[in-house]
């Protein structure tokens, strides 16, 4: 069977892979967000920071309980045999996203506000459709990229080694 080296190849390696991509999604994604929603300034960015901790397990726990058996679900009845690398990370990257989009538009809100609020469903489509592309822009051109550039570092390395 075809092994892809920008993919990880065990479960330790499907840690290392997660990490990365969720440190790099939440330190970038949750800024933006709040910037577009409350204004950039200092103050903001820097209240921001207080929440990407919490932020970050919610994140790693819904992708690995939610989004992961859902898309792992609906991938093989959207991916053909023929279908390339690029189209299948392509797909993935958009069902993750989108998955996760909704629910963090909600949680997320919760969470920056500190209490749970109806707010988030009251505004949903308009902070959805901005959280969509921006969560889905920051995953396919920044941290998939480099959590796959790692990956493929990692099997190069390893192979050199003779692993």
């Known amino acids: 069977m075809y092994r892809e080296d920008r993919l990880p190849q065990s479960p330790k390696e499907s840690l290392l892979f997660m990490l990365i991509v969720s440190i790099i999604s939440v330190n970038t994604i949750a800024p933006i967000i709040t910037g577009l929603q409350l204004g950039f300034s200092k103050d903001t960015y820097l209240e921001t920071l207080k929440v990407i901790p ?20 609906v991938m093989p009845k959207l991916v053909g045999q023929t279908d390339g690398f690029n189209a299948r ?16 538009t909600i ?5 920056g506000t500190k209490h749970i609020s109806l707010e988030p469903f009251q505004n949903f489509f308009y902070s959805w459709f901005r959280n969509f592309g921006v969560a889905f822009w920051i995953e396919l051109l920044i941290a998939q990229p480099i959590a796959r550039f790692a990956m493929k570092k990692l099997h190069s390395k390893q192979q050199s080694f003779g692993f």
């Open 54 to 73: 919490i932020m970050w397990i919610i994140v790693i726990l819904l992708v690995r309980f939610v989004a992961e058996p859902l898309v792992g679900r």
């Open 89 to 104: 990370v392509l797909l993935n990257t958009l069902l993750n996203v989108t998955v996760l989009s909704i629910l963090l």
């Open 107 to 111: 949680i997320g809100t919760w969470v």
